[in-house]
């Protein structure tokens, strides 16, 4: 271990500022001097007991400053797997700015972003699936996504891909004794091991459990990528179709101009917004329509942009519109190539039979739409059936609610979808007429895959990518 890297750090683990209580840490092996220097506890002791919390002061010199916590967890039985000081003082930059100062003329260095993070997987005490979730954790903007990064966290889904991992092993194991006892590997009927014989059927099941175990997770990627990174939902229309009032309405506030005069909104407006457990960025956009006005014309082709960068586009139609509007929102959103839900607003203004015949339009001229929602933007009547509705296109429920993990980084996706390449690869091949020496390289590469997304296998690169992203005391 480099020098550097066998230093004290220490750092504010609180937010900056003002608040009622600020934590310090410090993390190495002159993290227990620190704190003597620095903290004396109210009663006399030999020693600081491990984990416990010791109330005292704080002081610079024989200069009290403030009164508080510390404690101390030995090495190894930390967080970081070294001397862990955690002191709990009042909250202020003054009081703040001076434990770090006495910390740092007493030996111990600015830690950088996501440091305390990057000892703790250096140690061994958690895996690089697990680092990235302390991370995901501390950035979660809805309860959904804090529960999927703690999911992560506990090693849930290090678990699951350790259980990977040992059937491609035990599959592996097979093929390496097909190599070494060719005779008893028949080509097409799998490979069979002397005294252990693996008949085609049983390494077929092996293969199976590992396709459906990181099929499934692939598949989870949809949900957990918008869970963790929140999806954009465009709003769009004819002018005067009610996008804005729409756009207040799922906000509950008065976030966009709204008027009589077709036409109000120019440029995109953007607000988040929780839709059951899912962060929602909602884009108001300038209707949709052909004009000569230059301001408005920019304001269309932005809105064109937004539809093509949404997950989904809500396309709203305004009931006392007359059938043009309907038949051109079929062809607008069959033009626009993002997935759209159909929305017919101004219920309160419109009748029953209008109602009916507007459904009966729609589907004929959206023949593969799905069922449409009434509402009213003005009245919030069926808002709570479209915040629902938008939950559900985008996030598959029953993975998120489950006990199975849902895959929320880029970075795990194309791992496991690596892996589950070779794997299919290996079993394609063992099927057919591959000699078992390649399809156990088609299965290395598959365990390569699993021990990179698990930081078994890592360079300092990705190291500095993944922990660069952390905040500084994490
Ligand atoms: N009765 C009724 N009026 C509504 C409803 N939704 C919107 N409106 C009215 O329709 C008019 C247009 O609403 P906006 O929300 O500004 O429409 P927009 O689609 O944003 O229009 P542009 O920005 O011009 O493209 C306003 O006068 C709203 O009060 C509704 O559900 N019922
Ligand atoms: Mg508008």
Request: some cysteine; glycine content about 10%.
């Amino acid at each position: 271990m480099s020098d550097f890297a066998r230093e004290t750090i220490v750092a504010l683990s609180t937010a900056p500022g003002r608040g009622a209580i600020a934590i310090v840490r410090l993390s190495g092996a002159k993290s227990l001097p620190i704190l003597t220097g620095i903290f004396r506890p109210r009663k006399e002791r030999d020693a600081f007991p491990r984990g416990r919390p010791v109330i005292g002061r704080f002081v610079d010199g024989p200069q009290a400053f403030d009164e508080g916590l510390a404690l101390y967890h030995q090495a190894p039985d930390s967080v970081t797997g070294e001397d862990v000081v955690e002191m709990h003082c009042h909250g202020g930059p003054a009081v703040v700015g001076t434990i770090l100062r006495l910390a740092r003329e007493m030996g111990a260095r600015p830690a950088a972003e996501g440091e305390f993070t990057r000892r703790a997987f250096l140690e061994g005490k958690i895996d690089l699936v697990q680092a990235e979730a302390v991370a995901d954790l501390v950035a979660a903007q809805t309860e959904k996504a804090a529960r999927a990064a703690l999911h992560h966290l506990e090693g849930r889904l290090s678990k699951a891909l350790e259980g990977v991992w040992e059937k491609i092993v035990e599959a592996g194991a097979h093929i390496e004794a097909a190599i070494d006892f060719p005779d008893e590997f028949e080509p097409g009927a799998g490979p069979s091991v002397s005294g252990a014989p693996m008949g085609s059927a049983e390494l077929a099941r092996l293969f199976a459990e590992i396709e459906e175990a990181l099929g499934r997770l692939v598949e989870s990627y949809r949900s957990g990528r918008i869970l963790r990174e929140g999806a954009r939902a465009a709003i769009l229309g004819r002018p005067n179709a009610g996008k804005s009032t729409l756009l207040n309405a799922l906000l509950g506030a008065d976030r966009a101009i709204t008027s009589e005069i077709p036409g109000t909104t120019r440029d995109t407006v953007e607000e988040v917004c929780d839709f059951g457990g899912a962060p929602v960025r909602l884009i108001d956009t300038a209707g949709l329509r052909d004009t000569g006005d230059l301001v408005e014309l920019e304001g269309t082709e932005r809105a064109r942009k937004a539809a093509e960068e949404a997950d989904i586009g809500l396309m709203v139609m305004d009931l006392t519109a007359g059938d043009g509007e309907i038949r051109w929102a079929a062809w607008e959103a069959n033009a626009l190539d993002c997935q759209n839900l159909f929305i017919f607003n101004k219920m309160d203004k419109s009748t029953h039979e209008a109602m009916v015949r507007a459904l009966a339009l729609l589907n004929e001229s959206a023949t593969d739409a799905p069922e449409p929602l009434f509402i009213s933007a003005l009245t919030g009547e069926g808002i709570p059936e479209l915040r629902e509705e938008v939950a559900r296109v985008l996030m598959d429920e029953d993975g998120l609610s489950g006990a199975e993990s849902v895959l929320t980084r880029e970075r795990h996706h194309g791992q496991i979808a690596k892996c589950l390449e070779a794997v299919r690869s290996a079993r394609t091949g063992a099927e057919g007429e591959l000699s078992p020496e390649l399809v156990a390289v088609h299965l290395n590469e598959g365990q390569t895959a699993l021990a990179e997304l698990l930081g078994r296998d890592y360079g300092e690169a990705l190291l500095d990518k993944i922990f660069s992203t952390f905040c500084i005391g994490k």
